[in-house]
């Protein structure tokens, strides 16, 4: 069984920063993906970043190239997502989840595990 624990998350003022964590229990392989997903009013849940846990492969939405970086810890089984230059349209609730699937994924229906969602707002 594997159980993801998220911290992080507040509000924030536009070119802020924050760090998301995700503490993952469980299985876990160097093969295998980890991402963060996130879910704004009105809008689908949406990939932001993914991982392997080698940490040699990443993928991330265009809309945070640049400004956000995925990581990982192997040591602590964590997952890190730090945020940069944040802006209002990075208002979401933020998910942490993770896949047995290999090689990077970036569909929803690949990953069975979740966290809970934190909330990430940036005001103007």
């Known amino acids: 069984q594997v159980q993801l624990v998220v911290s992080g998350g507040g509000l924030v003022q536009a070119g802020d920063s924050l760090r998301l964590s995700c503490q993952v229990s469980?299985?876990?392989?160097?093969?295998?993906?980890m991402a963060w997903f996130r879910h704004a009013p009105g809008k689908e849940r949406e990939v932001v970043a993914t991982i392997l846990w080698s940490g040699d492969r990443t993928d991330y939405a265009d809309s945070v190239k640049g400004r956000f970086t995925i990581s990982t810890d192997n040591v602590n089984n964590t997952v890190f997502l730090q945020m940069n230059s944040l802006k209002p349209e990075d208002t979401a609730v933020y998910y942490c989840a993770a896949s047995f699937a290999l090689g990077l994924r970036t569909m929803r229906k690949d990953y069975g595990y979740w966290g809970r969602g934190t909330q990430v707002t940036v005001s103007s």
């Open positions: 469980g299985r876990t392989a160097s093969s295998w993906p």
